[in-house]
Nanobody, 127 residues
Framework: QVQPVESGGGLVQAGGSLRLSCSAS????????MGWFRQPPGKEREFVAA???????????YYQDSLRGRFAISRDNAKNTVFLQMSSLKPEDTAVYYC?????????????????WGQGTQVTVSS
């Protein structure tokens, strides 16, 4: 079992960058797929990106198509942390960003199901 905890949210101007971090306590962090989701105001939560666990088959990173190229997910297993680097931010990127963890391949394909969730961190992009 892991418990994700997000950090790094805040207020940023359009065009700027921000890096979110997610620290996950618990054993075997490297075995978990880690994902980022976001929920804009008044909208449903949506998938942002995911990174596979160590030694998982197939591709290692996955993105919402519309965010590929602006957002980058990475992980540091030695520090039990996953990152989301966001660049060229737009006001429509404003949302609560959530980190999640799961051991199953379901985490890497739609509808991207995760068992363990963080509390979220607010990202606000001003125009």
């Amino acid at each position: 079992q892991v418990q994700p905890v997000e950090s790094g949210g805040g207020l940023v101007q359009a065009g700027g960058s921000l890096r979110l971090s997610c620290s996950a306590s618990g054993r075997s962090f490297s075995s978990y797929a880690m994902g980022w989701f976001r929920q804009p105001p008044g909208k449903e939560r949506e998938f942002v990106a995911a990174v596979a666990g160590m030694n998982w088959p197939g591709n290692s990173t996955y993105y919402q198509d519309s965010l590929r190229g602006r957002f980058a997910i990475s992980r540091d297993n030695a520090k039990n942390t996953v990152f989301l680097q966001m660049s060229s931010l737009k006001p429509e990127d404003t949302a609560v960003y959530y980190c999640a963890a799961d051991l199953g391949l379901r985490a890497l394909r739609p509808p991207y199901e995760y068992r363990y969730w963080g509390q979220g961190t607010q990202v606000t992009v001003s125009s």
